[in-house]
T-cell receptor, first 115, second 114 residues
Framework: AQSVTQPDIHITVSEGASLELRCNYS??????LFWYVQSPGQGLQLLLK??????LVQGIKGFEAEFKRSQSSFNLRKPSVHWSDAAEYFC?????????????FGQGTELSVKP | GAVVSQHPSWVICKSGTSVKIECRSL??????MFWYRQFPKQSLMLMAT?????????EQGVEKDKFLINHASLTLSTLTVTSAHPEDSSFYIC??????????FGDGTRLSIL
């Protein structure tokens, strides 16, 4: 079955500390992977995506993610967290590069940032 | 670019009424749009795929007569919650798909049924 798992429901980090949000997927075909961020009461903003090529992808706001096929993972990282990064983060997998297809979302990880 | 506008952002209405939510792609055309439902502290649940000029494709368990979707133009899809009841209260989010780009999301509509 196709699925996305984000093992951490809630993470708290200190401002300035590094961050890693975990994402594991189960997908029968070549996965196209995404990280989205959602602020309270708002829609989703795309942080970054992986389609092919370099397995380390850079996104907006200083985020990066690494695709590891052997581990079926696509973890999101940021070297130094800012208070404005507090939000809900969703990992998603899709089947089509042009995204005419559906996305399967993980359960989300809520990030809190303490001063 | 690739802005998706969703309206209204918040609506409160009485039980039994119908509510229409609009999803517009402002600077691109979208043959495909998606409608999601999100409960508090939970992930997005895909309700249906909206296809311009044809019938929407509903996910299993979603009542198509309850949640009417119309995608009459390349920039507009609407979701109508018919005869809404308190259990329909939720956060509804749409997304649209620019050519060769990932889904772009609207800011969502918070629906409260009294």
């Amino acid at each position: 079955a196709q699925s996305v798992t984000q093992p951490d429901i809630h993470i708290t980090v200190s401002e300035g500390a590094s961050l890693e949000l975990r994402c594991n997927y189960s997908y029968g075909a070549t996965p196209y992977l995404f990280w989205y961020v959602q602020s309270p009461g708002q829609g989703l903003q795309l942080l970054l995506k992986y389609f092919s090529g370099d397995t380390l992808v850079q996104g907006i706001k200083g985020f990066e993610a690494e695709f590891k096929r052997s581990q079926s993972s696509f973890n999101l990282r940021k070297p130094s967290v800012h208070w404005s990064d507090a939000a809900e983060y969703f990992c998603a997998v899709g089947a089509q590069r042009n995204q005419g297809g559906k996305l399967i979302f993980g359960q989300g990880t809520e990030l809190s940032v303490k001063p | 670019g690739a802005v998706v506008s969703q309206h209204p952002s918040w609506v409160i209405c009485k039980s039994g009424t119908s509510v229409k939510i609009e999803c517009r792609s402002l600077d691109f055309q979208a043959t495909t749009m998606f409608w999601y439902r999100q409960f508090p502290k939970q992930s997005l649940m895909l309700m249906a795929t909206s296809n311009e000029g044809s019938k929407a494709t509903y996910e299993q368990g979603v009542e198509k007569d309850k949640f009417l979707i119309n995608h009459a133009s390349l920039t507009l899809s609407t979701l109508t919650v018919t005869s809404a009841h308190p259990e329909d209260s939720s956060f509804y989010i749409c997304s649209a798909v620019p050519i060769n780009q990932p889904q772009h999301f609207g800011d969502g509509t918070r629906l409260s049924i009294l």
